[in-house]
């Protein structure tokens, strides 16, 4: 099977027949394994490609980190919080997790471990050679979950 164009569903080049994957509780929805030589920065497993939102990642199936080009995670962020409400502040983010030392998956440099300063209290890394975005398992959702200006009555 292999990922169908334009959508989140896999296709059998033999019955052509389309599957739809199940999302788990963050919306993460695996699809096919991606080439071995791209790997989790946190657990050295391959990353799967993968859908959020309809949005087109990688992700990993052991820890539930994500990988996305930069640009769309703010995007992703503004579509899951129409559907998911602010539910509860945040502890603030350990300031520890910014001398973390993870490394791209692509060109194997270090990311740039940096806070996420749109809510949520998190920490993200960055790669600007290959303009990544890693996202640990469950960031992504602390930071749709924050309340955000949008969501502020007046």
């Known amino acids: 099977m292999r990922m169908a164009t334009g959508n989140a569903t896999l296709r059998c080049d ?3 027949g389309i599957v739809v994957a199940k999302t788990d509780d963050s919306g993460l929805c695996f699809l096919d394994q991606v080439f071995a030589d791209l790997n989790c920065p946190v657990c050295s497993v391959p990353l799967w490609n993968a859908t959020v939102a309809g949005v087109k990642l990688c992700a ?3 820890c539930s980190g994500m990988l996305m080009k930069m640009g769309l995670l703010e995007d992703l962020i503004d ?6 409400t602010a539910t509860a502040i945040p502890s603030p983010p350990d300031p520890n ?3 973390r030392r993870l490394n791209c998956p692509e060109c194997h440099r270090p990311l740039d471990m940096h806070f996420y300063f749109g809510g949520g209290g998190s920490v993200i890394g960055g790669c ?3 303009s990544f975005n890693w996202l640990d398992g469950g960031v992504l ?3 749709v979950r924050a ?4 969501s502020a009555e007046f």
């Open 14 to 16: 033999y019955c052509k």
């Open 128 to 130: 600007e050679r290959c």
């Open 141 to 143: 959702m602390r930071i």
């Open 147 to 150: 309340p955000h200006a949008s």
């Open 79 to 84: 579509e899951l919080r129409t559907t998911v």
């Open 97 to 99: 997790d910014l001398n």
């Open 60 to 62: 990993c199936k052991q």
